[in-house]
Nanobody, 127 residues
């Protein structure tokens, strides 16, 4: 059974940084497409960033336009952990952040392509 657990959320001032972690129950992080999504009350869960599995040609990363240049996605294969480094945080980045795992379908922006999800971690950015 695939289990994903996020951590690292919290309260931070605008302009600050946080690093989220997502630890998998088995060798998921390196062998699946891994994504970060976020959701605020009343809105749909939206794509934030993704990284292709290690088996892909090249190590490709994708970001939503709203976070490009501020957020970085990476992984530690030995620890089976996915990271989201968030810099220059803005109040509009406040949300529950989820990590997700799925097959390498190429549709990294589409949450329907990710069958496995963590429980989420809250990020709150104060102005």
């Amino acid at each position: 059974q695939v289990r994903l657990v996020e951590s690292g959320g919290g309260l931070v001032q605008a302009g600050g940084s946080l690093r989220l972690s997502c630890t998998a129950s088995r060798r998921i992080v390196s062998n699946y497409a891994m994504g970060w999504f976020r959701q605020t009350p009343g809105k749909e869960r939206e794509f934030v960033a993704a990284i292709t599995p290690i088996t892909s040609i090249g190590d490709r990363r994708y970001w939503a336009d709203s976070v490009k240049g501020r957020f970085t996605v990476s992984r530690n294969n030995a620890k089976d952990t996915l990271y989201l480094q968030m810099n220059s945080l803005k109040p509009e980045d406040s949300a529950v952040y989820y990590c997700a795992a799925g097959d390498d379908s190429g549709k990294y922006y589409d949450r329907a392509e990710y069958p496995y999800w963590g429980q989420g971690t809250q990020v709150t950015v104060s102005s």
